[in-house]
């Protein structure tokens, strides 16, 4: 399987400052608020301190004009990184912010001569995984009833979709 990524970022009228940081404590309840918007099964603040205080780990934040928009978090095995968490803040989706986080995460594998990415996302996140395979993710496999699910007072099961995609490794029309 190969793909190219494809990036763009759309033009904003609101955007005067943008910039890619490393995610670090200060940015963790900008973040937490992003995730508690975004998920019914937001990661614990110890989740992200853990996180970045994993040598493993690559961890970023997006900001614009000073607040963080989104952040992804990846681990790093020899070949293979796995992006475990990626979020941008709702009033700024579908703005090509999660498209440039990916490809910035892309250029720092490729440093590293890392040449895949894996990903497990709930079967139910049509929107998340409409957005991998626009990037050119591919389903790789299923874990069958791998996520609890809770629906009307009910706990259910949910399937996880792993994903993956290989990171040419030639930078092509990447664009940040
Ligand atoms: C998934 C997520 C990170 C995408 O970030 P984003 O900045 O909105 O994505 P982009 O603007 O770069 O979108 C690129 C493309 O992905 C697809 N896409 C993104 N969001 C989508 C949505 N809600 N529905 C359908 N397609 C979507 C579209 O094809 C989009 O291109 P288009 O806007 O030209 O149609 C963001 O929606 C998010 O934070 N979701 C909640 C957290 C989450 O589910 N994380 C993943 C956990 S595995």
Same mark, same amino acid.
């Given at each position: 399987?190969?793909?190219?990524?494809? /990036?763009?970022?759309? #033009?904003?009228?609101? $955007?005067?400052?943008?910039?890619?940081?490393? +995610? &670090?404590?200060?940015?963790?309840?900008?973040?937490?608020?992003?995730?508690?918007?975004?998920?019914?099964?937001?990661?614990?603040?110890?989740?992200?301190?853990?996180?970045?205080?994993?040598?493993?780990?690559?961890?970023?934040?997006?900001?614009?004009?000073?607040?963080?928009?989104?952040?992804?978090?990846?681990?790093?095995?020899?070949?293979?990184?796995?992006?475990?968490? /990626?979020?941008?803040? #709702?009033?700024?989706? $579908?703005?090509?912010?999660?498209?440039?986080? +990916? &490809?910035?995460?892309?250029?720092?594998?490729?440093?590293?001569?890392?040449?895949?990415?894996?990903?497990?996302?709930?079967?139910?996140?049509?929107?998340?995984?409409?957005?991998?395979?626009?990037?050119?993710?591919?389903?790789?496999?299923?874990?069958?009833?791998?996520?609890?699910?809770?629906?009307?007072?009910?706990?259910?099961?949910?399937?996880?979709?792993?994903?993956? /995609?290989?990171?040419?490794?030639?930078?092509?029309?990447?664009?940040?």
């Amino acid at each position: 399987m190969s793909s190219a990524i494809t /990036i763009k970022t759309k #033009p904003t009228t609101r $955007r005067t400052s943008i910039s890619f940081n490393k +995610l &670090n404590s200060v940015e963790i309840p900008s973040v937490l608020s992003i995730e508690e918007h975004n998920s019914d099964y937001p990661w614990s603040q110890h989740q992200f301190t853990t996180s970045i205080e994993n040598s493993n780990n690559l961890c970023y934040c997006w900001s614009v004009n000073g607040k963080t928009i989104g952040y992804l978090i990846a681990m790093l095995a020899k070949d293979t990184a796995d992006i475990l968490n /990626i979020g941008i803040d #709702p009033d700024f989706q $579908r703005e090509g912010y999660g498209t440039a986080l +990916l &490809n910035h995460l892309i250029k720092e594998l490729r440093k590293r001569h890392i040449g895949e990415i894996l990903l497990e996302v709930r079967a139910g996140n049509k929107s998340a995984i409409q957005f991998y395979k626009k990037q050119g993710f591919e389903e790789k496999s299923i874990r069958k009833n791998y996520y609890i699910k809770n629906s009307n007072n009910q706990t259910k099961r949910e399937d996880g979709i792993i994903m993956s /995609i290989r990171i040419p490794l030639k930078e092509s029309k990447d664009v940040l």
